[in-house]
């Protein structure tokens, strides 16, 4: 399993950026996917998941504001970050969504730093 995250940085409040994570190794199309976050001194945190159907389910802190959605030809997972703060800051991985919390196999993270 590889797991490659991009396209984090810093980034002003009210901003957006858009994380994507190739995977591969694995069949894609099986698994329930999804976007975690860890900040400095804070236990790792889901931030939203995918089925293989689309569906996705949302933490409350960014409902509305984020979305996720995963290419299943390309084996790709995308988050869109929209209306950003600063307390989205922190480190961000994809995985499957069994493996969270403790799970193995997890990819190197983007930062995602929302600071003025």
């Known amino acids: 399993v590889q797991l490659v995250e991009s396209g984090g940085g810093l980034v002003q409040p009210g901003g957006s950026l858009t994380l994507t994570c190739a995977t591969s190794?694995?069949?894609?199309?099986?698994?329930?996917m999804g976007w975690y976050r860890q900040a400095p001194g804070k236990e790792r945190e889901m931030v939203a998941t995918?089925?293989?159907?689309?569906?996705?389910e949302y933490a409350d802190s960014v409902k509305g504001r984020f979305i996720i959605f995963r290419d299943n030809a390309k084996s790709t997972l995308t988050l869109q970050m929209n209306s950003l703060k600063s307390e989205d800051t922190a480190m961000y991985y994809c995985?499957?969504?069994?493996?969270?919390?403790?799970?193995?196999?997890w990819g190197p993270g983007t930062q995602v730093t929302v600071s003025s």
């Open positions: 995918a089925r293989n159907t689309g569906d996705a």
């Open positions: 995985n499957q969504h069994i493996k969270f919390p403790d799970g193995n196999n």
């Open positions: 190794g694995f069949e894609f199309l099986w698994y329930t």
